[in-house]
């Protein structure tokens, strides 16, 4: 039999989903691993991708209006990188550019490819600027932790509003500036409960859901009414 050989990277998550129940308020997960020599950790966690708009308001008539937009694909419900240096001292500028390391790297391509020659940086900004002011995008690099130079760890935090959803968690192991190894592990994100059912509802019979919360209106409206004429 040939002999075996060691993996250079293994990881592991404290947990595989992200439970959203009511009343939740965020939660954290502990990545941890080993690196069989040495070497630099980069941990990549990327949400379900879609479509994002990016809206740009103006003034009118001495009204602040929505007078532009851009829509963006390949936009990530949710992004966080954590490292365990300075990027731009693991990784060359073009190897975090191939694997999309670091939010100014994400591949977000605009629907009107003339317009954003012209004016697609200053929307891109916009997407990822909003996205880091509702803590979806991590503004900073968070902190991998080296213990005796080859375990590791580190936390991920997921905001009270984090999109649900399959994430992906990819581990990178560099050396020289160039990745040489990774690992990817994937998340769920789900909702259960009173917050699934309506999620659901939202989603599968909307028509539904919005004559529901019309009705509701309506009938907290007029309870509303009856109690201010018995006072």
Known sequence: AAPAVGEDLVVDLSGTMVAITT???????LLFGATEGAGDVVVVVRGTQ????VRRKGMTAGIWINQDEMIFNGAPGFYSVAASRPLDEILTATEQFDNQIGSANLRLTARDP??????????????????????????????????????????????????????????????????ISNK??????RKFGFEARV?????????????LAILIAVVAGWFAGVVARER
Do not use: M
């Not at 879609?50 to 708009?53: D, L, P, S, V």
């Not at 900073?140 to 009270?160: C, E, M, Q, W």
């Open 23 to 29: 009343g939740f308020v965020g939660s954290d997960l």
């Open 199 to 211: 999620f659901d509802l939202a989603h599968r019979h909307s028509l539904a859901y919005g004559l």
């Open 50 to 53: 879609g479509a994002e708009r």
């Open 184 to 189: 990817t592990t994937l998340l769920e994100v």
């Open 114 to 179: 003339a317009r954003a020659r012209v004016e697609g940086e200053a929307f891109r900004e916009a997407l990822i600027r909003n996205k880091q002011r509702r803590g979806l995008y991590r503004a900073n690099i968070g902190k991998v932790l080296f213990i005796d130079n080859r375990l590791f760890r580190t936390s991920i935090h997921f905001p009270a509003n984090v999109p649900v959803g399959t994430y992906v968690v990819d581990v990178y192991l560099a050396q020289g500036g160039r990745v």
